[in-house]
């Protein structure tokens, strides 16, 4: 059990590096001192220019890539040293992504991929549904559509799935990669509700927006990622 | 927790060639681990060690079994194994003719092994039966057919149920989708995936389709010339190789 004041996501002194073997082993320092830290009920921005790290730093958290120092704690797991099992847990129960790009089994219903992450921490499967429809009400995609997957929808819809796949478990922290981006006006609001409401339950939450009205609205405060560039060396 | 299969130093030669060696890893009760690797380097040589296929020359494959606990596969005897094989093991051949007896029905295909862990009462057998080819979306009106009247993905899926049916802990499958079709291959995918999680089974899957491990396999390992060079959290694998081959093989994939 984690002590009540300790931070959700606590990032410190993290550096990652890409060594490209084959091209001349060059390797490429990206991030250097990386350290930042979320507490329940918390939004924070990332900043910085395209190319910055925002992404980089989003990936090091959920694992995707491995970083070279530091620790990224969630919810007291060490994610830079975890075993495979360990971080998989962790994105089962506690930590999710909304990335910009919905990646799916093929010939899976829509309602079910959006009810798949409840399914995986063992929600019985009438209830699952009920939530996933009630997510895809509220982000207005068309009935219709449940039942087929969302591999044959148009870019904003594929988006929007991915919103309601994300938003569909209670994750006690979580990651947004442009979560607004191509929305209309609607959506728009839908998904900054989402967030206040996943921020009101608690929820530690780490977000890159584009969209500076939807980041002054969800975001208590701003990180700017440039600051973990790397010095060039001495 | 404990590990279901604890695998230590396996090693395999071919003469004076390796067929696998020091390959050592510990798979968790549900877990699905991918190994990927390209021809010839040692992946298939490797889960044909670990089921027990191929005799070793050197290591340990530690499986928890039901009634005596942790015990090591490869020293058991020959009766033992063969039980193993027919109960908590399973075993899915790229080629379905190699896994499925062509000249018995598919029921029987199924009921086969059932009666092998001693099922005797032909209607439950049948019900099992017909059960199971529902399960993987083959229609009941073919369970007097045989295999060779069925095409491949039918074959592939039946050879699927026939392994199933005895709820194994542990599946081997090798390269389960190749050789079929794109829709296919999606279609036995999002199957597996399916039965996996909701059996909670263990899984360890040979392919060199990296969209198929990526769907598939919690975590990989990545093989060459009968080595590991790399092991980890698929997505991760996939997204930050770390070792040349890896980089290698991850680059070489062709965009759609």
């Given at each position: 059990m984690l002590p009540s004041h300790a931070p959700m996501i606590d990032i410190r002194d993290v550096s990652k590096s890409f060594t490209l073997h084959n091209q001349g082993s060059a390797t490429i320092p990206?991030?250097?001192?990386?350290t930042l830290a979320v507490g329940p009920g918390e939004c924070v921005g990332l900043v910085g220019a395209?190319?910055?790290g925002k992404s980089t730093l989003m990936r090091l958290i959920y694992g995707n890539y491995l970083a070279a120092s530091g620790q990224i704690l969630i919810g007291g797991l060490d994610v830079v040293r975890a075993e495979p099992r360990q971080i998989l847990e962790l994105r089962r129960k506690t930590l999710g992504y909304v990335s910009q790009f919905l990646r799916v089994v093929p010939r899976v219903s829509t309602l079910d991929v959006v009810a798949e992450p409840l399914l995986a921490v063992d929600t019985p499967l009438d209830l699952a549904r009920d939530r996933a429809a009630s997510l895809l009400a509220e982000l207005n995609i068309?009935?219709?559509?449940?039942?087929?997957?969302?591999?044959?929808?148009?870019g904003g819809e594929q988006q929007r799935v991915n919103i309601a796949r994300g938003f569909a478990y209670d994750y006690p922290a979580m990651l947004l990669d442009?979560?607004?981006?191509?929305?209309?006006a609607r959506n728009r609001a839908t998904v900054l509700g989402l967030i206040g409401a996943a921020k009101a339950r608690g929820a530690a939450i780490i977000g890159i927006f584009h969209d500076e009205a939807a980041r002054d609205q969800v975001c208590d405060r701003f990180i700017?990622?440039?600051?973990f560039a790397p010095r060039a060396a001495a | 927790m404990h590990p279901l299969l604890q695998v230590n130093n396996i090693r395999k030669m071919y003469g004076a060639r390796?067929?696998?060696?020091d390959v050592s890893f510990d798979l968790f009760p549900g877990e699905v681990m991918g190994i990927v690797g390209e021809s010839g380097s040692g992946k298939s040589t490797l889960l044909n060690c670990l089921a027990g296929h191929l005799d070793t020359d050197g290591g340990e494959v530690i499986f928890d079994t039901?009634?005596?606990?942790?015990?090591?596969t490869l020293t058991m005897s020959e009766p033992e194994r063969r039980m193993l094989g027919r109960t908590d093991w399973a075993f899915v051949h790229q080629h379905a003719r190699d896994g499925?007896?062509?000249?018995?029905?598919a029921g029987g295909n199924i009921g086969e092994r059932l009666m092998a862990v001693g099922g005797r009462h032909y209607g439950d057998i049948r019900a099992s039966a017909v059960d199971w080819l529902d399960r993987v979306e083959i229609?009941?009106?073919?369970?007097?057919?045989?295999?060779?009247?069925?095409?491949g993905g039918m074959q592939q899926r039946l050879q699927i149920a026939r392994n199933l049916v005895t709820g194994p802990r542990l599946v081997f499958m090798d390269e389960?989708?190749?050789?079929?079709d794109v829709s296919v291959q999606a279609r036995l995918l999002d199957l597996l995936r399916g039965l996996v999680r909701e059996m909670g089974l263990s899984a360890i899957i040979v392919t060199h389709d990296l969209a198929v491990v990526r769907l598939l396999a919690d975590r990989l390992m990545v093989m060459k010339s009968g080595h590991v060079v790399e092991t980890g959290l698929t997505d991760q694998v996939l997204d930050d190789p770390q070792h040349a081959y890896t980089q290698l093989l991850v680059s070489s994939v062709l965009q759609v």
């Open positions: 990206v991030m250097q001192g990386a395209s190319g910055a068309p009935e219709r559509l449940w039942s087929l997957s969302p591999t044959t929808f148009s442009e979560p607004t981006a191509s929305l209309d700017d990622v440039s600051a | 390796i067929g696998c060696t039901r009634d005596r606990g942790p015990v090591d499925l007896r062509m000249s018995v029905s229609e009941e009106n073919r369970v007097d057919d045989r295999p060779s009247a069925f095409s389960p989708t190749g050789g079929l």
